[in-house]
């Protein structure tokens, strides 16, 4: 499973951008995918995630905010931001995990991720 980031860039506070991952993950019947975020000093955090149920889990403090989204036509994972935030500057990655069983509950745990992105960065600012 090869996952490569896309959309990341500067924006000014108040702004949104799109991050897209491509995925191919159909050939497994469960899957998990999620976006994840790290600023400079920081520890690595979920931001969001979405199973193969189309269930979908936000941090809370995102909430409203970000939206998640897997396109099955174009096999695509979207990470939708809106009102962004100077704290939302960070490189945000895309993550999998096949087969995926994990309860809905930890789902942003990013130890259960077993396929990870490069990175994309997003730099807010005022």
């Known amino acids: 499973v090869n996952l490569v980031e896309s959309g990341g860039g500067s924006v000014q506070a108040g702004g949104s951008l799109k991050l897209s991952c491509p995925v191919s993950?159909?050939?497994?019947?469960?899957?998990?995918m999620g976006w994840f975020r790290q600023a400079p000093g920081k520890e690595r955090e979920g931001v969001a995630a979405?199973?193969?149920?189309?269930?979908?889990k936000y941090a809370d403090s995102l909430k409203g905010r970000f939206t998640i989204s897997l396109d099955n036509t174009k096999k695509t994972l979207y990470l939708q931001m809106s009102s962004l935030k100077v704290e939302d500057t960070a490189n945000y990655y895309c993550?999998?995990?096949?087969?995926?069983?994990?309860?809905?509950?930890?789902?942003?745990?990013?130890?259960?991720?077993?396929?990870w992105g490069q990175g994309t960065q997003v730099t807010v600012s005022s």
């Open positions: 979405i199973r193969n149920d189309g269930r979908t």
């Open positions: 993950l159909y050939t497994y019947n469960t899957y998990c």
């Open positions: 993550a999998a995990r096949v087969p995926c069983y994990y309860d809905y509950g930890l789902l942003l745990g990013e130890d259960i991720y077993n396929y």
